[in-house]
């Protein structure tokens, strides 16, 4: 067999199967969301701009009808996972930098607590935040007895709720670039810096956190990109308070039938997702350039 | 200072675990009611799951289509994993080869795009895998899972195998073809054999993100298939019963038990 047969043959069945397959189901969403809903589902193929219409404010009035609420609730989204991004961040960093000085076997130990959520059910690791945040859940049995409270508070169902499940999820995802960025910090730089006369403040904005950049540039992309998107969290913790664009994504495919208005939600998802991956990427190019 | 990080990173542990804690805790309590007011230990609901007769309000007799719903969604779970694992694990390790050993023109872009899959929002792919399925006729079934599954698993795979290549010493294949073995060969007897932790790193990724899938399972398993996470997804929006703890504890048990093994595989391969 000669080498470039061999390379053919290795290539081929990956690329032909993504192809069709994750570039093929990409495709037909762009496709979908530009035709006309047909009447009782489905489509009719014919073009259509007006399901971009409906949450931009272009619709006719008669046919389609403009609802602010949708802008609202792709704008939730996007707070709420910037919200994460920066709850995650807060949370991780004096963690990440604890354990970057621990002992080797406590280290390696520490970053295997971390790591083994990832490897436990999504839906049951938020089956957890159900029982604990229900009226009659732990929190409430537990601040009712200590007597911090006299009425059970209202958690579940609320967008605390939605936040709270996202940063849940999400936060073994920022914990792993940053600590990785600052196990990489130049201890001797700090030091520099505090002999040279830099106070705990300055040293730390101005010689760790721009080392560290790149780590918390990382993790905000891999927490950000699947918190917008996410459906499960919100339809577990959120209730109709906490609807999140994709809630409404999957409404319009599995309820209202409403395929070409779900394709145009989801082509909005991707379409951020995608200028966060090329923002990231420049960040990234830019940096290794300087 | 010091003590207020130590202070504040218990505490992000404790976050991390409390709730695996109250679950296991409370599948361990007997109140059929209110599953969150302890009412004394019983071990019911693990027995219920294993096909024991349980004492219960009438009022949930309906309910109990458990066991055998159950241990179907445990198979076709196992089902799609076995299939994706391998098929994810084939592609994505030649890919890996390919990439890491050949020249070829659009070599870069198609490292870019693979990492792609990965980064897509699972809703989004969930809904154009379903479209894409019903616009060309097929059925919804095992196969449109497993295929599910592959687009975004061969990346992961693909990823990990990679990562292990870059650190490898190619003069071992270019000895092995100037010795005279063709490319097949040297493949199998110098490359895979050095690749092994980094396929079996990535098949096992590949296994337990398949089995814990639920986003795009849960748009293209269609009626007749139904998958472990989508399964216990549909019993909490149904109104959470007991026995769910119980399923819910060995899930996190049997996730314990894979994580221990891959981070022990992984502490084999690089004897440090």
């Known amino acids: 067999m000669r080498q470039s047969t061999f390379l053919a043959a290795l290539l081929a069945p990956a690329t032909l199967f993504l192809g069709v397959f994750f570039l093929g189901p990409l495709l037909i969403i762009a496709v979908f969301s530009l035709l006309t809903p047909g009447l009782y589902g489905g489509v009719e193929w014919s073009f259509y701009h007006q399901n971009y219409g409906r949450i931009f404010g ?59 959520p990832f490897f436990s059910s999504l ?77 705990r403040v300055q040293t730390f904005t101005k010689v760790v956190l721009p080392q560290t950049l790149p780590g918390i540039i990382g993790g905000a992309v891999i927490v ?24 409404l994504v999957e409404q319009q495919f599995l309820s209202a039938r409403n395929w070409p208005f779900g394709a145009a939600l989801a082509m909005i998802v991707m379409g951020v997702v995608l200028a966060t991956l090329l923002y990231a990427s420049a960040r990234a190019r830019s940096a290794a350039h300087a | 200072m010091r003590s ?48 024991a007769a349980v004492e219960r309000p009438a009022s949930d007799a309906l309910y109990i289509e458990n066991t055998d719903q159950l241990l179907a969604a445990l198979r076709t779970s196992l089902t799609v994993a076995f299939f994706t694992t391998t098929i994810a694990t084939v592609l994505g390790t030649s890919l ?29 792919l969930g809904i154009g895998l379903l479209i894409f399925f019903l616009t060309l006729g097929m059925q919804l079934s095992l196969l449109t899972i497993i295929i599910g599954h592959c687009t975004f698993l061969i990346s992961y795979v693909f990823v990990i195998v990679q990562a292990r290549l870059a ?40 296994f337990v993100i398949s089995m814990d899938d639920l986003v795009i399972t849960y748009f293209i398993a269609g009626t007749d298939n139904t998958t472990l996470p989508v399964f216990i997804f549909g019993m909490i929006r149904r109104g959470v019963k007991p026995e769910i703890n119980a399923i819910a504890t060995l899930i996190i048990l049997s996730s314990v038990v894979i994580a221990g093994l891959g981070l022990w595989l992984r502490a084999r391969k690089t004897p440090a």
């Open chain 2, 167 to 206: 650190g490898l010493d190619p003069a071992l294949e270019e000895a092995s073809a100037d010795l005279g073995a063709s490319p097949f060969v040297t493949l199998r007897k110098v490359l895979i054999p050095q690749l092994a932790p980094g396929i079996l790193g990535g098949a096992l990724l590949a």
């Open chain 2, 4 to 51: 207020l990080l130590t202070l504040w990173s218990l505490a992000f542990f404790a976050f991390i675990y409390a709730p695996l804690a109250v679950i296991v805790a409370y599948s361990f309590n007997a109140n059929p009611v209110n599953m969150m007011i302890w009412d004394g230990f019983t071990l019911d609901w693990y027995r219920g799951l294993f096909g």
């Open chain 1, 58 to 116: 272009w619709a006719d009035g008669i046919m389609e009808i403009y609802e602010p609420v949708y802008l609202q609730i792709l704008l939730r989204s996007l707070g709420f996972a910037a919200l994460t991004v920066g709850l995650c961040l807060v949370i991780c960093y004096p963690v990440a930098f604890w354990v970057a000085r621990l002992p080797p076997r406590a280290r390696l130990f520490c970053l295997f607590l971390v790591t083994l």
């Open chain 1, 123 to 199: 839906i049951v690791r938020l089956y957890a935040w159900l029982l604990i945040l229900k009226p009659s859940g732990l929190l409430n049995q537990t601040l009712l007895a200590t007597g911090l409270i006299q009425t059970p508070l209202e958690i579940l169902y609320t967008q605390s709720a939605v936040v709270l499940g996202l940063v849940y999820v999400m936060v073994p995802f920022m914990f792993l670039p940053l600590y990785s960025a600052i196990d990489n910090l130049d201890r001797s730089m700090v030091e520099a810096s505090m002999d040279l006369g830099a106070n």
């Open chain 2, 96 to 124: 890996a080869i390919a990439l890491g050993r050949g020249r070829f023109v659009g070599q870069k872009a198609l490292g870019g795009f693979l990492l792609l899959p990965m980064m897509m929002p699972d809703i989004v």
């Open chain 1, 224 to 247: 950000f990109i699947p918190s917008v998107g996410n459906f499960i969290v919100p339809d577990v913790l959120g209730g109709a308070k906490g609807l999140m664009v994709g809630n």
